[in-house]
């Protein structure tokens, strides 16, 4: 059993072992409760690296007592969902429960590989469970997933990491066997990430680096020992959200030489070229904003480019919107009045839109007063006539802030003259 990494060695068998997700597998959580009813619909499981999707999958087939195939999208073809298929409609004849085929990774597989699945999931021959780190909504075709559940699993929060050390230290057969202290637990939370997998794995380095029976884990030995033993970048997902981090924040900092770097390590690790196109067209909106507009629809072509040009001739491409979105000026506020408005709407509720701008278009919407009074913009001078759109109970509310850029100093200006006092 010791020659098994420790992560595999301390993975849980039912869902009251499973530490996290409670929004999921939690007491009268829609997941729980439709894998303790026994019967389970197909479902894609979305989330980062090491918070438990292959753990929940293997949980759903103990429990259920199903039959379980594992396929991973990146050495599995069309071949070897078709083989799976026939194991499963080869076992309908002795009636037992439709089987269990777990796909990793399943964003990987492609169109043609999905397709080859849809038969056999719309049917039941199977009860897909696809695992993910991908948004599936870009990722997986739609008539699949329009047949799937989609189940978001969160990073781990500080509480769940601090008690799967707590258990491995207490019940892995290896570990039980030393003394072992956790004196200082900063770096070993900050290097895991939120991810189970590489917490147990730093935990595992450190302690098997001890020739003693005592071993002390601190912020310094962790450190230590993980530059000399991790790997710079891991295409399977390791260091994935450690150097995204690092390229995004080079970008919103306006420093082209870090972002090129950071992309450079991305392309070299073997990252997904679509992932690093999506990130920046994110960015142009959510960083860049009004203070420079053309960003995104550069960040948009840049994102239609790869698709159709591809490695590695797309490594230009991606490097030109690197530059040009680190060289922009920078605005975030589209992405704060956006968040302020649903906060505003989550606070005050459903407030009815004001009569003068409902639309009216029977007569008896006109004679109760929908539409009346409304002033079209074109018929006024400047094309512009103060009047209330939101509801009266928060026509006061300010949502749009412009930020100090020339292109949002124009938008003031404009708005200013328009609204007065009001910006």
């Given at each position: 059993?010791?020659?098994?990494?420790?992560?595999?060695?301390?993975?849980?068998?039912?869902?009251?072992?499973?530490?996290?997700?409670?929004?999921?597998?939690?007491?009268?959580?829609?997941?729980?409760?439709m894998?303790?009813?026994?019967?389970?619909?197909?479902?894609?499981?979305?989330?980062?690296?090491?918070?438990?999707?292959?753990?929940?999958?293997?949980?759903?087939?103990?429990?259920?007592?199903?039959?379980?195939?594992?396929?991973?999208?990146?050495?599995?073809?069309?071949?070897?969902?078709?083989e799976?298929?026939?194991?499963?409609?080869?076992q309908?004849?002795?009636?037992?429960?439709?089987?269990i085929?777990?796909?990793?990774?399943?964003?990987?597989?492609?169109?043609?590989?999905?397709?080859?699945?849809?038969?056999?999931?719309?049917?039941?021959t199977?009860?897909?469970i696809?695992?993910?780190?991908?948004?599936?909504?870009?990722?997986?075709?739609?008539?699949?997933?329009?047949?799937?559940?989609?189940?978001?699993?969160?990073?781990?929060?500080?509480?769940?990491?601090?008690?799967?050390?707590d258990?491995?230290?207490?019940?892995?057969?290896?570990?039980?066997?030393?003394?072992i202290?956790?004196?200082?637990?900063?770096?070993?939370?900050?290097?895991?990430?939120?991810?189970?997998?590489?917490?147990?794995?730093?935990?595992?380095?450190?302690?098997?680096?001890?020739?003693?029976?005592?071993?002390?884990?601190?912020?310094?030995?962790?450190t230590?020992?993980l530059?000399?033993?991790?790997?710079?970048?891991?295409?399977?997902?390791?260091?994935?959200y450690d150097?995204?981090?690092?390229?995004?924040?080079?970008?919103?900092?306006?420093?082209?030489?870090?972002?090129?770097?950071?992309?450079?390590?991305?392309l070299?690790?073997?990252?997904?070229?679509?992932?690093?196109?999506?990130?920046?067209?994110?960015?142009a909106?959510?960083?860049?904003?009004?203070a420079?507009?053309?960003?995104?629809l550069?960040?948009?072509?840049?994102?239609?480019?790869?698709?159709?040009?591809?490695?590695?001739?797309?490594?230009?491409?991606?490097?030109?919107?690197?530059?040009?979105?680190?060289?922009?000026?920078?605005?975030?506020?589209?992405?704060?009045?956006?968040?302020?408005?649903?906060?505003?709407?989550?606070?005050?509720g459903?407030?009815?839109?004001?009569?003068?701008?409902?639309?009216?278009?029977?007569?008896?919407?006109?004679?109760?007063?929908?539409?009346?009074?409304?002033?079209?913009?074109?018929?006024?001078?400047?094309?512009?006539?103060?009047?209330?759109?939101?509801?009266?109970?928060?026509?006061?509310?300010?949502?749009?802030?412009?930020?100090?850029?020339?292109?949002?100093?124009?938008?003031?200006?404009?708005?200013?003259?328009?609204?007065?006092?009001?910006?």
């Amino acid at each position: 059993m010791s020659n098994q990494p420790l992560a595999e060695r301390l993975r849980p068998k039912t869902l009251d072992d499973y530490i996290g997700q409670e929004h999921l597998v939690g007491k009268d959580s829609v997941l729980r409760k439709m894998i303790e009813s026994g019967n389970i619909s197909s479902l894609i499981l979305w989330g980062p690296p090491g918070v438990g999707k292959t753990t929940l999958a293997k949980i759903i087939a103990n429990t259920l007592e199903r039959p379980f195939y594992t396929l991973s999208a990146i050495n599995s073809g069309v071949k070897d969902v078709r083989e799976v298929i026939e194991k499963a409609k080869k076992q309908q004849f002795f009636n037992r429960p439709n089987p269990i085929l777990f796909i990793d990774e399943i964003h990987r597989f492609s169109k043609s590989q999905q397709d080859s699945l849809l038969g056999a999931v719309e049917d039941g021959t199977i009860t897909l469970i696809g695992a993910t780190t991908e948004n599936p909504s870009f990722e997986v075709i739609s008539p699949l997933l329009s047949r799937c559940q989609v189940y978001i699993l969160e990073h781990l929060d500080k509480k769940g990491l601090l008690q799967i050390v707590d258990l491995a230290i207490k019940k892995d057969t290896v570990l039980k066997e030393k003394k072992i202290t956790i004196k200082e637990e900063q770096a070993l939370l900050r290097f895991s990430g939120g991810d189970a997998r590489k917490l147990l794995n730093v935990v595992e380095l450190v302690v098997l680096a001890e020739e003693t029976g005592e071993v002390e884990i601190t912020d310094k030995k962790v450190t230590s020992r993980l530059q000399k033993n991790l790997a710079t970048y891991d295409k399977k997902g390791e260091m994935h959200y450690d150097i995204i981090s690092a390229f995004i924040k080079s970008i919103r900092g306006s420093d082209p030489d870090a972002a090129v770097y950071w992309l450079a390590r991305m392309l070299e690790g073997g990252e997904d070229i679509k992932f690093i196109a999506r990130r920046l067209l994110i960015l142009a909106a959510e960083d860049v904003g009004l203070a420079n507009p053309n960003a995104l629809l550069l960040a948009q072509s840049t994102f239609d480019a790869v698709h159709k040009i591809g490695p590695p001739e797309s490594r230009i491409i991606l490097s030109e919107c690197t530059i040009y979105l680190a060289t922009s000026p920078k605005s975030n506020s589209a992405y704060s009045a956006i968040d302020s408005a649903i906060s505003l709407v989550r606070r005050t509720g459903d407030l009815p839109v004001p009569l003068h701008i409902r639309n009216a278009p029977t007569k008896l919407m006109k004679e109760i007063g929908y539409g009346k009074n409304y002033k079209y913009a074109h018929s006024y001078e400047g094309n512009f006539a103060e009047q209330d759109f939101l509801p009266g109970e928060i026509k006061n509310e300010r949502i749009y802030h412009p930020q100090n850029n020339p292109t949002e100093a124009k938008i003031l200006e404009r708005l200013k003259k328009w609204w007065g006092k009001r910006f």
